[in-house]
């Protein structure tokens, strides 16, 4: 084999490797006694980890929809289900009820959402502004790409539930009018960056509790 052929074949194995993920561990439920860092947790001591650190049951109980929105939105990731720390997945429950909305927000990662019951709108925006939406029925299945604004809106005459699993065991949740409207920044400065009016402003600001 001459030089410019192994010059070749040490890049493409190289290459090969680093873009592979390899794990050293089978596991590694998170240990709430450090802090999270942004590959996640520290390991528990496997001596201590049961079979029960991987079965969590929190999504099979209904969530609270007597709210502004009139769904909820119950989550399995690491800080709930530390089975979940580093294994790159995470799960979570949607209940609505009639004219339910899960309200447009964002994640880092992608999303996929499974209706079980119900009928609802799904949709997302892409960074064109497009808007990608669609009537959903019970067995659909739709993604969100990730980083893009998404929503969800029950338009069906019943309750509707469905479950969506996300690529991070803590893929973060910003919803836009919260984002707004649960802090400090200043009323004025809103009104320049979204075109509201103050009063809708404040109002706002109101229901989510912020200042200014």
Do not use: W
Not at 39 to 53: E, Q, R
Request: hydrophobic residues 45%; charged residues 10%; contains cysteine.
């Amino acid at each position: 084999m001459d030089a410019h052929k192994i010059i070749f074949f040490f890049i493409l194995l190289h290459v090969t490797l680093s873009s592979s993920t390899t794990s050293v561990v089978d596991f590694c439920v998170a240990d709430f006694n450090y802090p999270g860092g942004p590959a996640g947790f520290p390991c528990k001591n496997p001596a201590n980890v049961t079979v029960d650190d991987f079965v969590f049951s929190g999504l099979s109980v209904p969530g609270n929809t007597t709210n502004i929105v009139n769904a909820s939105a119950f989550l399995a990731i690491d800080v709930t289900f530390p089975a979940l720390n580093g294994l790159g997945l995470s799960m979570a429950r949607l209940d609505f009820g009639v004219g339910g909305v899960i309200p447009i927000h964002a994640h880092r990662v992608s999303e996929v959402i499974l209706v079980v019951e119900g009928t609802i709108i799904a949709g997302f925006i892409g960074s064109d502004n497009t808007a990608y939406y669609k009537t959903l029925n019970k067995g659909d299945i739709m993604i969100f790409p990730h980083s893009l604004l998404h929503f969800q809106v029950n338009v069906g005459d019943s309750p509707a539930l469905a479950f969506v699993s996300l690529n991070s065991a803590n893929p973060g949740f910003q919803t836009t009018t919260v984002a707004l409207a649960a802090n400090d920044l200043p009323t004025d400065i809103i009104q320049k960056i979204t075109l509201l009016d103050a009063e809708q402003v404040r109002k706002l600001k109101s229901i989510f509790g912020g200042t200014n």
